[in-house]
């Protein structure tokens, strides 16, 4: 125990609550519409969603604002983006349990972990997506940071996830299932009949994850999705919505109580508007459009 908890429970005796474990999840490419039309009953019991706007069009710079202990934002007018950071940081006091958080407490590392870990906090992460990888920078001041065995199942992850007795903890959560193919575990290609020409795309899978820039310059034009297809793929990525919520309530069963979440997408997806698919490279309102919600354990 280190910093101000150690502080705090020093002053106040040790039998003051401790801080609240956090859990941050990402559904990957979720985009704020597909989560709206989804039915959430045990998300909306954590907190109602609201729709706000990501920092990042793709995965890996939106996942760095993360790390650095922000959410995506509200595009709020008539202020100074410095205010809007400072109070973004302080919000962390509520989310702890803690009296007050400061943004000074974040520098130099400008990292929610290595935060979280002078409070005297465990810090765990598990990715989904090969671009987050434990190689990368994403890893940094995590006690444990695995790749997921599958990029598409919150349930393994979350079987995974141990909370410790002797500190509070944090877990880093990115799952896949929202992503591109909108795959929930166990289905593959077969289980979208009406997806013609686009299996031989579910057998790329590996390389498109890999480098998706890449893949994307490989197909023809002529090969571009279908405005059927794109509407095949905004229901997949519902029902991917509504299997994550099934997941995630299984998972408030086993929770203490003292469990706050933090849930999110890392940026929207295009499906078809304007020519464009995906997320990445695309200037688009669409692709900054995100769900957001967090609270306590219900
Ligand atoms: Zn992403």
Known sequence: ?????????????????????????VFDSCRWDAYQAARTPNL?????????????????????????????????????????????????????GLPAVEFKAFVPQLSLPAFLKSQGYYCEGWVSLP?????????????????????NDLQAILDRIEFRREEPSFFFINTGETHYPYLIPGESAADLPHLSGVHGVFKSLDEFLKNPGA???????????????????????????????????RFLERCP?????????DHGELFGEEGYFGHGPIFHPLVFEVFYLEGLRP
């Open 131 to 151: 671009v987050l990888n434990p190689m990368t920078s994403m890893s940094a001041h995590f006690d444990r940071y695995e790749l997921a065995p599958s990029h």
């Open 215 to 249: 893949f994307l310059q490989d197909r023809k034009e002529e090969e571009f999705f279908t405005p059927d297809q794109f509407r095949a793929f905004f229901a997949k990525q519902i029902a991917c919505v509504e299997h994550l919520d099934k997941v995630v309530g």
């Open 257 to 265: 109580a003292n469990t706050y979440f933090l849930i999110m997408s």
């Open 44 to 96: 909306d019991r954590i907190g109602l969603a609201e729709k706000r706007y990501s920092y990042a069009s793709w995965t890996s710079p939106s996942h760095y604002t993360f790390l650095m202990g922000m959410v995506p934002h509200l595009s709020p007018k008539g202020v100074f983006a410095s205010n809007v950071y400072r109070e973004e940081f302080a919000t962390w006091s509520q989310r702890l």
């Open 1 to 25: 125990m280190s910093g101000i908890l150690a502080g705090i429970r020093k002053v106040l005796g040790k039998d003051q609550p401790r801080p609240n474990n956090i859990v941050f999840i």
